[in-house]
């Protein structure tokens, strides 16, 4: 089939890429042309495994190519728009700029098909009622539907999330009709080689898989910022954080996945999708039903700041001191720095007066393109060397290798912070570190968690991202 995907970002491009892989004649859009000239080019602009092998797969063989023309797209029988909604400058609600314009740009060269059949399928992450709104306007050409085809990709395991997804909503205007019937039937012949496996394919209205997504990420921001809560009384109270997490998930009710407590989530989904699914609520004047999400919100904000006063706690005044930050990714396998607690720790410690220099395989350089004044060291060992105290806080796997007593021969004092529960404790500690972990039984019963020997710092100003 021929297909084109709007917006070459993250999701774009590697939805573009995996269609070509599958064999459809795929067409990548985007108004960034220097974008489009790198991926035309067969060079990825952004890390994520597996993803350049399958782009110059798809330009060789002639499936896959990228444009920055609507014209082009005339001809196409389905259009996937896989455009940015960003937090919106002037409070929580989503951005919906990009999507609005790429809809009515591409709603100018539709009436070239004739009332062919033509599909329009939202993969970007919006509020309930937009893609309602978007079919009302697409109603006036002849021939051409919308569906809504939510995301749900993780970083670092893209490519096999699209080929391979746990599962594919369709939302459909008026889901049990002939004309939905014909919409999903065209979107099934586009996902057919992942639906022969097995895939199971859940057909509801537009709100409901607008929903679908929005929810998947709040339930999974409110079980991480769970963990991080009771991480704090852990504090408190002398206990392990890693003792109360794994017997609560040993309940399956509960289940271990996402309760490892540490500096918290960020990128460029669950910080923003959350507060746009608030915005949402408040809008549609059921504001209270997700009131919960604010404290959400505020404990996996407060992670970065605990990280600041832990620091504070053992080096004293953080003025002038050496300090080495393993981490500038919000995740492993990423180059992704939006809304990084990493990235917001390092910058938080440079307003303090430290020195920071800041360590990663793959997001330096986005890392200080937001943050002027870290040291960059592509070097792990040479990034130790002479610090005064270490934070972990993206947990690579080459971070959770190190070797402890190797460690501690590079830098001038032997004290770490396992900001991601991935360490050995005792190990690091046999090895003669002074270690400091969220939540993991750091403080006497009673003493309480937090530093009192200096303000809380502002929250650190870092660029907006698109």
Known sequence: MKISVLGVGYLGAVHAASMAEIGHEVIGLDIDAARIAALAAGDAPFHEPGFPELLRRGLDSGRLRFTTDYAELAEVDVHFLGLGTPQRADGFGADLTAVHAAVDALAAVLPARDGAPTLVVGKSTVPAGTARDLATRLSALPGVSLLWNPEFLREGFAVQDTLAPDRLVYGVADPGTDAAAAEVALLDAVYAPILAAGMPRLVMGYE??????????????????????????????????????????????????????????????LPKDIRAFIASAEDLGV?????????????????????VEIAR???????????????????????????????????????????VTITDPEALANATRRVEGLIAEPDTAQALRGAEL?????????????????????????????????????????????????????????????????????????????
């Open 208 to 269: 409901a898989a607008e929903l679908v997504k929005v929810s998947a990420n709040a339930f999974l921001a409110t079980k991480i910022s769970f963990i991080n809560a009771i991480s704090e009384l852990c504090e408190a109270t002398g206990a392990d954080v890693t003792d109360v997490a794994r017997a609560i998930g040993l309940d399956d009710r509960i289940g271990p996945k996402f309760l490892r407590a540490g500096v918290g989530f960020g990128g460029g989904c």
């Open 287 to 307: 504001g209270p039903a997700l009131g919960f999400l604010r404290e959400v919100d505020a404990v996996n904000q407060r992670r970065r700041v605990r990280m």
């Open 313 to 355: 706690e053992m080096l004293g005044s953080l003025a002038g001191r050496r300090i080495t930050v393993l981490g500038a990714a919000f995740k492993p396998d990423s180059d992704d720095v939006r809304d990084s607690p990493a990235l917001e720790v390092a910058s938080r410690l440079l307003a303090a007066g430290a020195q």
């Open 390 to 466: 270490v934070l972990l806080l993206t947990e690579w796997r080459e971070y959770r290798d190190l070797e402890p007593s190797e460690a501690a021969r590079l830098v001038a004092a032997p004290r770490i912070i396992d900001g991601r529960t991935v360490l050995d404790l005792p190990a690091w500690r046999a090895a003669g570190w002074d270690v400091r972990a969220l939540g993991r039984g750091t403080a006497r019963p009673g003493a309480g968690g937090a530093a009192a020997a200096e303000p809380e710092l502002e929250p650190a100003r870092l660029p907006a991202h698109a």
